[in-house]
Structures are given as C-alpha cells and as structure tokens.
C-alpha cells in the first residue's frame, strides 16, 4: 500500500489500468456538475468517493458508466462494466427469478447463473417471490446480483448498502471482498464508509465540483477520513 499523502493530486495512474478518467468535466445548462477530474482505478482498487450531497458522485460513477457523456475530457474503460443505480431498474411485476434471467438473455449468460447470485446475496428462498413484495434491502440485493450476471470486471455502485440490514451488509461487503481478490475494480459512492473501509484501498473526495485528492485508506478509521474531507472542504477552492 503506498504512503498515505496529503497532496491535492489524485494518485499515480496505475499499470494495465481498467478504468480512466482524463480531463473529465461535465456541464447540465450553465452549472459544471464536475471539473477536470482525474481518475485511474487498476484491478483490485475499491475506491471509495466521499463528498457532501450535490458534490458529483452520482454524476462521477454515471459518466464511468457511459450513461452520459463529459462535455470536456475522455474516459477509457477496458473491461466489462457492471453497476448497481439509485434505482433498482427492476420489474415489479416479475420475480426475482425472472428478472435475473430477463437480464441474463440478454447478456447470453448460462441460464444457471442467477440462481448462483440469488444463494450468494441470500435471496434463494425468495427467488419465486414477485418482487413487488420485497423489502427495500431485498431489492438492493437483487440489483446488485443483476450488476453482477455478466461477470465484470469493474463494478460501478451508487450508495449499495442504501435499506440494508446488519445482516443484508455483512453479505454484500463480503461479496465486495471476494470480487477484489478476483482482480475486480470497484467504485464506490457512498456515505457510509464504516463498513466499506475493511475492503477499501482509497478514498477520492470530492469537493468544489472536483475530486480534490485521493488517498490509501490503509491504517486510516472512519473518524480521520471524515476529519480529513472536512479540512479538504476548507482547502478546496
């Protein structure tokens, strides 16, 4: 892990990089939502954007997506792309069953695969169940089984423990883990760092429309990182 700097420059840009953000800007009307941001994430990155509400985040993981296009800037993504929205996207009026394998057709995936993920994310005795009937965290689970039918390599999510339970957490935050060790990159916005900072390697904070500085959150609690985006409010200009 490299040592932990204080420098408004974002991180070195990594070999065979998965995911790269160069110049990135993005305007709605006369508003900059994101300025210049750069940002390169590798295999086995789980970088964690931290920033107050309005600061870009969403607008960050949607431009990475390719939902929207910067206005300025360029970004490359080399790999297979799966994320997890605000919104779940997901068909009320279906199971959870067949929308998972609505999704699967499409992306030529063998048919038992999300039978596979159901048990993963611990929705297997609800697989059947029309999905209308779910609880907030079941959906969050079930959205973040669909990120994940096609295998990807890079993993984009949008506040995904949103509606968890303890338990619902402790699965997700696992599964996270485990597709690190597989050489995945991860891009997480989030709020709720405490339980995302056992499988994180940085934290990108954004502030003033720009990702201001990334740092290694090795040896770092929740408590000096928040400590940290404070002084990064004040620095930013």
Known sequence: MPVMTHSHVPASPHDGALVTATGVSWRVGYRWILR??????????????????????????????????????????????????????????????????????????????????????????????????????????????????????????????SGLDDGGTRVVVSLLGELRERNCAIIVATHQLVELLAIATDVAFLASTRLATREPVAGRDAGAIIERYQAVLVEAP
């Open 36 to 161: 210049e941001v750069e940002l390169t994430v590798a295999p086995r990155d789980v970088v964690l954007l931290v920033g107050g509400n309005g600061s870009g985040k969403t607008s960050l993981i949607r431009l990475i997506a390719g939902l929207v296009r910067p206005t300025k800037g360029r970004i490359e993504r080399r790999a297979a792309v799966g994320m997890v929205a605000h919104h779940t996207m997901l068909y009320d009026a279906l199971t959870a069953r067949e929308n998972l394998r609505f999704v699967a057709k499409l992306h030529g995936v063998a048919p038992a695969r999300p039978m596979v993920l159901l048990e993963r994310l611990g929705l297997a005795k609800a697989a059947d169940q029309r999905i209308a009937t779910f609880s907030r965290g079941m959906l969050q689970r079930l959205a973040i089984a669909r990120a994940l039918l096609h295998d990807p390599t890079v993993l984009l999510l949008d506040e995904p423990l």
